[in-house]
């Protein structure tokens, strides 16, 4: 099931471009203030951007086979001269899976739709999703739900909004060591020391994780 689940960010603007100058850019909000142009939501008549996301088994598939397409001709090069290729087929299988999900995101494609819906209160206290009766039915079809995420929750999977269970980490992580040590210098540098490594192990193993599934060169990552 954790395969099948995860988080949308629809980040498309309603504007013909983005590319713009300070003056245009006060221009497009105060025409977005005046409900002149389309609004930002994935819905009509919707600002809903974030999403809990739960795909169909067949959707996962296709997105694996996608990602496969791309890993199994890089493991496979043999020479000096498909390796220099590594970056056409990397362009090649990132623009296909790129746009397969925007094909999927503007409903074009009838074998994955998908449905949405906002979360019930007992989903919001429990922090898990039910299928309703007439969510079941419409499943006979479709098994892709995007539940709205008005509460942000895509942030706990990024160390962003976590400072404060991050700072009690350390804090109990510095404390402990000084107990034993009756040494608090010797204490700061050791929690300093291990916050600093799980930070870059968080960066490398995420980027490399981002990269993997995106198949977005790391060197394009921040």
């Given amino acids: ?132 009766t007439r969510t079941s039915e419409l499943l006979d079809k479709t098994d892709s739900i995007f539940y709205i995420d008005p509460d942000r929750n895509f942030a706990k999977t990024i160390f962003a909004g976590y400072e404060n269970s991050l700072f009690i980490w350390n804090m109990a992580t510095f404390l402990f060591i000084d107990y034993f040590a009756f040494n608090y210098v010797l204490a700061a540098i050791i929690t300093y020391l291990l916050n600093l490594i799980a930070v870059q192990m968080r960066q490398s193993l995420g980027q490399q994780n981002l990269a993997k599934k995106t198949l977005i060169p790391k060197n394009f990552l921040i």
């Fill in 1 to 132: 099931m954790k395969y099948q689940y995860g988080y949308y960010l629809h980040g498309r603007s309603p504007h013909e471009t983005t590319d713009v100058n300070v003056k245009d850019m006060m221009l497009n909000l105060k025409r977005e203030s005046e409900e002149k142009i389309g609004r930002r939501g994935l819905e009509p008549n919707s600002d809903d951007q974030m999403y809990i996301v739960k795909v169909d088994r067949t959707f996962r598939s296709q997105y694996e086979l996608l990602l496969r397409s791309y890993q199994s001709r890089i493991l496979t090069r043999s020479n000096k001269k498909i390796e220099e290729r590594e970056s056409e087929i990397l362009l090649a299988s990132y623009r296909g899976l790129n746009e397969f999900l925007c094909a999927f995101i503007n409903r074009s494609l009838p074998t994955y739709n998908y449905i949405i819906r906002p979360r019930w209160m007992l989903e919001k206290l429990l922090n898990c999703e039910f299928r309703s």
